[in-house]
């Protein structure tokens, strides 16, 4: 091993004790995998803005992983079906199904290169509970509707809500993740989706707020 797969093995370890996100030997090498090869594709794909590849391990890798946590103490929730809309180069979605083995994970991004670093990585590491739809989020009708529509980088939560509801099965839920706590995106949709939680995560190496919202529409 190198140097700097040592330092990134360990940075993420650090992180992710940090952020009580527990991981065994198998997921630890399939992330680091998966930055390793998103840093490579990004040369020429331009998935990410962050060029250097400890940065991608904490803005990237921590970042999507501290909503496991949540996952994990909702274990009741029938989060068997997971849509990532607008997943870029697989975030938080790759890592969230590297983690959940065990529910299925559906990547929706309309960009072409990056659905195709998607396909990439899926069978380079063998995740056959993820399946990737190279398509725009309303044109996208799924045979099977989701529990959770999740999102890291949408735009607003009127955007994701209006734009998504489509997906959702009847009592599932948008997982939202953003910034700072985004009040004013809230009054829009107050008729039509109830705010269920507000989450503020930690996220190791990270400065600034990070917040995850549950939602849900008003039956």
């Given at each position: 091993?190198t140097?700097?797969q040592?330092?990134?093995?360990?940075?993420?370890?650090?992180?992710?004790?940090?952020?009580?996100?527990?991981?065994d030997?198998?997921?630890?090498?399939?992330?680091?995998?998966y930055?390793?090869?998103?840093?490579?594709?990004?040369?020429?794909?331009?998935?990410?803005a962050?060029r250097?590849?400890?940065?991608?391990?904490?803005?990237?890798?921590?970042?999507?992983?501290?909503?496991?946590?949540?996952?994990?103490?909702?274990?009741?929730?029938?989060?068997?079906?997971?849509?990532?809309?607008?997943?870029?180069?697989g975030?938080?979605?790759?890592?969230?199904?590297?983690?959940?083995?065990?529910?299925?994970?559906t990547l929706?991004?309309?960009?072409?290169?990056?659905?195709?670093?998607?396909?990439?990585?899926?069978?380079?590491?063998?995740?056959?509970?993820?399946?990737?739809?190279?398509?725009?989020?309303?044109?996208?009708?799924?045979?099977?509707k989701f529990d959770?529509?999740?999102?890291?980088?949408?735009?607003?939560?009127?955007?994701?809500?209006?734009?998504?509801i489509h997906?959702?099965?009847?009592?599932?839920?948008?997982?939202?993740?953003?910034?700072?706590?985004?009040?004013?995106?809230?009054?829009?949709?107050?008729?039509?989706?109830k705010?269920?939680?507000?989450?503020?995560?930690?996220v190791?190496e990270?400065?600034?707020e990070?917040?995850?919202?549950?939602?849900?529409?008003?039956?």
């Amino acid at each position: 091993m190198t140097d700097l797969q040592n330092e990134l093995r360990n940075q993420l370890i650090r992180g992710t004790t940090e952020m009580s996100v527990s991981l065994d030997d198998g997921q630890i090498e399939k992330l680091l995998a998966y930055v390793r090869e998103f840093e490579k594709w990004n040369k020429a794909y331009n998935l990410s803005a962050v060029r250097d590849i400890r940065q991608m391990v904490a803005r990237h890798l921590l970042d999507s992983l501290s909503v496991v946590p949540w996952f994990s103490a909702n274990k009741n929730f029938p989060a068997a079906r997971v849509i990532d809309v607008g997943t870029g180069g697989g975030l938080p979605g790759i890592p969230l199904a590297i983690m959940f083995p065990e529910k299925l994970f559906t990547l929706l991004d309309s960009n072409g290169k990056k659905t195709r670093f998607l396909f990439h990585v899926k069978t380079l590491l063998g995740l056959t509970n993820v399946t990737v739809e190279n398509r725009r989020v309303e044109e996208f009708q799924p045979v099977q509707k989701f529990d959770v529509v999740v999102s890291r980088a949408f735009a607003s939560l009127q955007d994701m809500t209006e734009g998504c509801i489509h997906m959702l099965e009847d009592k599932g839920i948008f997982l939202a993740m953003k910034g700072i706590y985004p009040q004013d995106e809230l009054a829009p949709i107050a008729d039509k989706i109830k705010l269920i939680e507000s989450v503020k995560l930690l996220v190791a190496e990270t400065d600034g707020e990070r917040h995850l919202l549950v939602l849900q529409p008003k039956q």
